[in-house]
């Protein structure tokens, strides 16, 4: 069963992204969103890499951009049809906020 976790909040700020990837299994699906796109450049990333295919983690592009977030090559950026588009192609979606 594939999950869609939906991560908004960065982890300066919270603890939801260290909680998020500790119930992240190999089929999941992991997009960063709204400020957790400051996670992009947080350690944690790394850990979210180890479980997780690269294709498997992306972020909103225009909320990147809107706070002058910068993508890390190994990061898909996606728009938002295409995170609807994910939450159809996935099981379940749980929303970390």
């Known amino acids: 069963m594939s999950i869609l976790h939906l991560v908004r909040s960065s982890q300066f700020n919270s603890s939801d992204f260290l909680q998020c990837i500790g119930v992240l299994t190999p089929g999941d699906q992991l997009v960063l969103l709204d400020d957790a796109c400051y996670n992009l450049h947080h350690p944690l990333l790394i850990a979210a890499q180890e479980k997780l295919f690269p294709q498997k983690i ?5 909320h990147a951009q809107a706070r002058a977030v910068t993508l890390p090559e190994t990061i898909t950026g996606i728009s938002m ?3 609807v588009h ?9 929303t970390w906020q």
């Open 58 to 62: 992306a972020v909103v592009t225009s």
């Open 81 to 83: 049809t295409e995170l």
């Open 86 to 94: 994910l939450t159809f192609n996935n099981d379940s979606v749980v």
